[in-house]
């Protein structure tokens, strides 16, 4: 199993820019693709990013696309997601999540992950 932990939540200023870092811990031995999600208060959980085990393929949401980045440094087992031009509709709790998975298919599904973190909290203020 993987324990996921996130990390750089907080208040920031639209237009502003925030890092989170997900780290991983557990069976990180064996290759695992991950993700972000996030949910905003009353709204489903909808999928913001996800990347290969290698780094070598990642997707975005048409939403985030051009302001969000996502990336990993396996030699921490961690995982970044770089949030810039922040908006107050960017607003919500944002999850790290992981799956095993060596390949270079993309997952934006959630059912298709099985490990989530427990969520840092984003707000953007106008």
């Known amino acids: 199993q993987v324990q996921l932990v996130e990390s750089g939540g907080g208040l920031v200023q639209a237009g502003g820019s925030l890092r989170l870092s997900c780290a991983a811990s557990?069976?990180?031995?064996?290759?695992?693709?991950m993700g972000w999600f996030r949910q905003a208060p009353g709204k489903e959980r909808d999928f913001l990013a996800a990347?290969?085990?290698?780094?070598?393929?990642?997707y975005y949401t048409d939403s985030v696309k051009g302001r969000f980045s996502i990336s990993r440094d396996n030699a921490k087992n961690t995982a970044y997601l770089q949030m810039n031009s922040l908006k107050p509709e960017d607003t919500a709790v944002y999850y790290c999540?992981?799956?095993?998975?060596?390949?270079?298919?993309?997952?934006?599904?959630?059912?298709?992950?099985?490990?989530w973190g427990q969520g840092t909290q984003v707000t953007v203020s106008s």
């Open positions: 990347i290969t085990w290698s780094g070598g393929s990642t």
């Open positions: 999540v992981a799956r095993y998975n060596r390949g270079s298919s993309i997952a934006i599904n959630p059912i298709e992950y099985t490990y």
């Open positions: 557990g069976r990180t031995s064996s290759p695992y693709a």
